[in-house]
């Protein structure tokens, strides 16, 4: 079996076996150095310039690295997530990730103009990467009083001690649980965006993560200067006139954190609107994330205190007022929960809701085809993620929309036998 360009009659003229081809769809390159960024503490810091936009990109990785230095009483850290329960020493370095306030994809796309694909928090980010990733968690680093370094370690909250942490951040620009010979097709196509690709994160202070006596931030291992967030991209094997035959579909994964607070905040009830979603695109999966917020943030730093299942105790995703897919009765969320963990191999964590239409069963690749078709829903529709809530005024919430843009297509060669 070959792929045969149209027209062509023999190798000579531009015929591609199908196992070549396979192989340059399900490889990548890599990670690629793109730029680096300066630590800004409540500040959002951007790329300079444009990330590379002549190729695919599939992961778009960040790399932090920076000092933690406590003052002259220890900090007392905020709760984990219960996502990175018993990793490493101790888990509670896992709130390390909530120094990325939120991390904005953002450029010119030549048929779309300006569009944003990629909005999310830090560690909603790298709690999703954990649970759709079964025996995995993004990895990090700490080296306590300039000792050894060590992967997953707790820190160090000892008065005027200082810990040098290092962490990665994984994006893929593709709905999480493709096979290999998807992401190809939903990943961010470079030459749609010329030049015109930028990546924002706006960076938290010690606040983040820690309730009371935050540590400061300087460079690593360093007292002074500031810590640093290299970007990478993961592209790949895809020549250019392979890569120019798959037109893509473009994933995007938003978070929506002012109405769904409001609603937990203010809004108790039965059935209550927690946050209109977005129509005009087909949505792979919706996520819900709850509980109580963080005490001793600095303006703008916005943290989980706690995770619970108690504020929300019924989510329903619904169209028209119907719930989609789930018979929501008195059991309110176990069912729910039940089944998205059989889905991805992993125990149902506090505080997290999930409805995944494009369904990846454990350790078997999702199906991108079966996203629900909200493209074709307007404004007028009711599209919307309700709840019975226990209104707290120390509640939050977020609602993620992972959707997709347009259908993607093979405008190449045709394959044929022979």
Not at 200 to 214: E, K, L, M, R
């Amino acid at each position: 079996m070959a792929v045969v360009a149209p027209g062509a009659g023999s190798a000579s003229q531009g015929t591609l076996p199908l196992p070549n081809l396979q192989s340059v769809l399900t490889r990548d390159q890599g990670d690629e150095y793109e730029q680096t960024l300066t630590w800004t503490p409540l500040t959002v810091v951007t790329t300079p310039t444009s990330i590379r936009t002549d190729r695919k990109i599939k992961w778009i990785d960040l790399r932090v690295r920076m000092r933690l230095t406590n003052g002259g009483t220890g900090p007392t850290l905020r709760t984990n997530s219960p996502v990175f329960a018993g990793v490493g020493a101790n888990q509670t370095a896992s709130v390390i990730f909530g120094l990325i306030q939120q991390v904005t994809v953002r450029g010119q796309h030549l048929t779309y103009g300006a569009q944003q694909p990629i909005i999310m928090r830090g560690e909603f980010l790298a709690e999703l990467m954990a649970i759709y990733n079964p025996n995995y968690y993004p990895w990090w680093t700490v080296s306590q009083q300039a000792g050894a370094v060590v992967r997953f370690n707790s820190l160090d909250v000892t008065a005027a001690h200082t810990n040098d942490i290092e962490f990665m951040l994984p994006i893929p620009t593709f709905p999480y649980g493709l096979g290999p010979n998807d992401q190809v097709f939903y990943c961010l196509h470079g030459p749609d965006w010329p030049g015109n690709l930028y990546i924002d994160v706006q960076c938290n202070d010690g606040s983040a993560i820690a309730t009371a006596n935050p540590p400061t931030i300087s460079a690593y291992g360093s007292g002074t200067g500031s810590g640093t967030i290299d970007v990478y991209t993961v592209r790949p094997l895809l020549g250019k006139s392979v890569m120019q035959w798959i037109r893509p579909s473009i994933t995007f994964r938003v978070y929506a954190s002012t109405q769904p607070t409001q609603a937990v905040q203010t809004g108790g009830g039965t059935a209550q609107l927690l946050d209109t979603l977005v129509v005009g695109k087909d949505t792979t999966r919706l996520g819900v994330k709850v509980g109580t917020l963080a005490s001793g943030g600095s303006a703008g730093v916005t943290q989980y205190g706690s995770y619970l299942d108690t504020v929300i105790t019924r989510t329903i995703f619904s169209l028209d007022a119907r719930p989609l897919r789930f018979t929501v009765g008195a059991v309110g969320d176990t069912l729910t929960n039940d089944y998205f963990a059989r889905l991805v191999g992993r125990i149902s964590f506090a505080g997290f809701r999930f409805i995944d239409f494009i369904e990846q069963a454990f350790l078997e690749a999702c199906n991108p085809k079966a996203a629900f078709g909200s493209s074709a829903l307007t404004a007028a529709r009711k599209f919307e993620v309700d709840a019975d809530i226990t209104a707290g005024a120390s509640n939050i919430c977020e609602v993620m929309q992972e959707m997709l843009l347009d259908a993607p297509a093979w405008q190449g060669p045709t394959i044929t036998n022979g």
